[in-house]
């Protein structure tokens, strides 16, 4: 029970260290990672009370380093899906009535630990589990993770507030209450803040969760598990497994109590999973929550007014920092006619300057793709390119997974602005350049518009300010992210909330008060303190 009206003010972002040369932070960060590859894990999956291991363990290596082996994870199968549900749905009243302030504490203590204590295995974990470098592990593993927890108290706190009116002789009140069953939360690979995200946003709610992360992602995963427990977090509230895709959809979604799915990943996964849901519809007790973010084919335009050292930059850093392995990711730009020798040069160089290996390496700006698969699928894109004459590699383009995934940024020019690498996610180290008639810039943001069935993010460069208008409207659709003179990538909590329409999933804006009312149901309450006790109204009377 609650005494009282607890504020939770906007937070300010966490901000990002620096880890430079002699830094205590940097210190840090290297004995932790020395530490962890001195030892070989055994992750267990966390359901309830229980670590469950299993006869079937799988190994975890760092992709830039397959001879090492960072420990091994327990995989299970459909009976441990169904103890998920089960122990979700035993937490699930307790946690549901656990009042908000101790909900609240639970995930800014969770935020406090990361800031402090489990910063630098934060950032190891996904350095080593996900091949990212020291600052892209930073901003996303600590920053933006410890971002979510204090935000999203705060958003749901105001939610909390928002209250009808009331008329004389009656009060009303709206309570936002959790959904009727568990939640889903299917979490991918390439951000670590949105593994820990999606299950602790509707978890903060007051949902109970089962939690699916890529089996690429554990490493850090499991990292984070720790912390809630030691926050307190009570066992039930998020159960974190380890089980295939198609296994965890065939048992939740034909589960009487599923109330939602909080997914990021492919677009193909994500329409396969609404799909079900409807074909499911008559057995659950609720209309399911359904929110996705899913692909992308983001896009740099530039007008013939761009800066161009401007424009270089947003795109070796938007292409290829962690290696394209974002789905806000440049992947496609449109340069003027005007500057594109200009472009080109500066682009080959700029990428002939990068460093590529191993993290560990705070020299390198360039790590390793996430596994074999998505080595070989980004390895065909390039070497069709390479033999297209529609198509023309400016520059990278070397593939080699002898002793890790590395494939150098490659940078392609296509004759056809429809070439397949112009319009297919690749997600990996490719950006596709078309060069168009500087005098035709409204023409091409018909193009940009038209070409790719997604809708996540892009940028326009121009310097002239009715160039940023024209774009700005014309591709109003083509991104839920837009941004003028900077990169597409990079977006902050709080700042510039995340999500795109089209293909690009549901637009539910992680990183604000929107996405938050995706995991509540509001009841409103009317109490009369003097009902009527005579059904006539004054109209019925005859004089």
Request: hydrophobic share 40%; net charge positive.
């Amino acid at each position: 029970m609650s005494f009282g009206t607890f504020s939770y003010p906007m937070p300010a972002n966490e901000p990002v260290l620096n880890y430079a040369p002699g830094s205590a932070e940097r210190k840090r960060l290297k004995e932790v990672l020395a530490e962890l590859k001195k030892q070989q894990i055994d992750v267990p999956m966390y359901i309830g009370s229980k670590e469950v291991r299993t006869n079937k363990k799988k190994a975890i290596h760092p992709p830039h380093d397959l001879k090492h082996t960072l420990g091994y994870f327990n995989a299970g199968d459909e009976k441990h899906v169904r103890q998920a549900i089960d122990a979700a749905l035993a937490a699930k009243e307790e946690w549901a009535n656990m009042s908000w302030e101790n909900r609240a504490n639970i995930f800014l203590k969770a935020a406090d630990l990361m800031a402090t204590k489990y910063r630098p295995y934060m950032n190891a974990t996904t350095m080593l589990g996900q091949s990212k470098n020291i600052f892209q592990a930073e901003i996303d593993a600590v920053c933006e993770l410890i971002d979510f927890l204090r935000f999203n108290v705060h958003f749901l706190s105001e939610i909390y507030k928002q209250q009808p009116i009331s008329g004389p002789g009656m009060h009303n009140r709206l309570e936002y209450r959790p959904l009727e069953g568990f939640v889903l939360a299917i979490t991918p690979f390439n951000f670590t803040s949105i593994g820990g995200n999606l299950p602790t946003s509707a978890a903060m709610c007051g949902n109970v969760v089962v939690w699916k992360c890529a089996n690429t992602q554990i490493y850090s995963a499991q990292m984070f598990m720790k912390i809630l427990k030691e926050a307190g977090l009570p066992d039930g509230v998020i159960n974190l497994i380890f089980v295939d895709g198609p296994t965890v959809g065939r048992v939740c979604f034909n589960h009487r109590d599923f109330v939602g799915v909080h997914f990021t990943g492919s677009t193909a996964v994500f329409n396969n999973m609404w799909e079900t849901i409807g074909k499911n519809m008559a057995m659950y007790r609720s209309y399911p929550r359904i929110v996705g973010e899913t692909g992308g084919k983001d896009f740099v335009v530039a007008h013939k007014s761009a800066d161009v050292d401007a424009l270089v930059t947003a795109l070796l850093r938007g292409a290829f920092e962690f290696q394209g392995q974002k789905c806000s990711a440049a992947s496609r730009a449109y340069i003027p006619s005007n500057l594109a020798d200009e472009v080109k040069k500066k682009l080959i160089a700029g990428v002939k300057s990068f460093k590529m290996g191993n993290p560990e390496d705070f020299t390198n700006f360039i790590n390793a793709v996430i596994d074999e698969k998505s080595f070989d699928n980004i390895k065909r894109y390039i070497d069709n390119a390479k033999k297209d004459p529609k198509a023309q590699v400016w520059a990278g383009g070397k593939c080699d997974k002898k002793d890790g995934y590395f494939i150098q940024p490659t940078v392609i020019e296509a004759r056809d602005p429809k070439y397949v690498t112009m319009c297919e996610e690749i997600f990996g180290p490719v950006l596709t350049v078309y060069i168009y008639p500087a005098n035709r810039f409204e023409q091409t943001l018909d193009l940009v518009n038209n070409t790719s069935p997604y809708g996540l993010t892009g940028s326009v460069f121009a310097q002239d300010r009715a160039a940023v208008e024209l774009a700005t409207n014309k591709l109003r659709n083509a991104a839920g992210n837009f941004y003028v003179n900077d990169k597409p990538t990079g977006a902050v909590v709080g700042q510039q909330p995340f999500g795109g329409a089209r293909s690009s999933g549901t637009n539910d804006k992680a990183g604000s008060i929107l996405n938050l009312y995706r995991w509540l149901s509001a009841r409103n309450i009317k109490e009369t303190f003097s009902p009527p006790v005579d059904y006539k109204y004054p109209f019925m009377a005859d004089k």
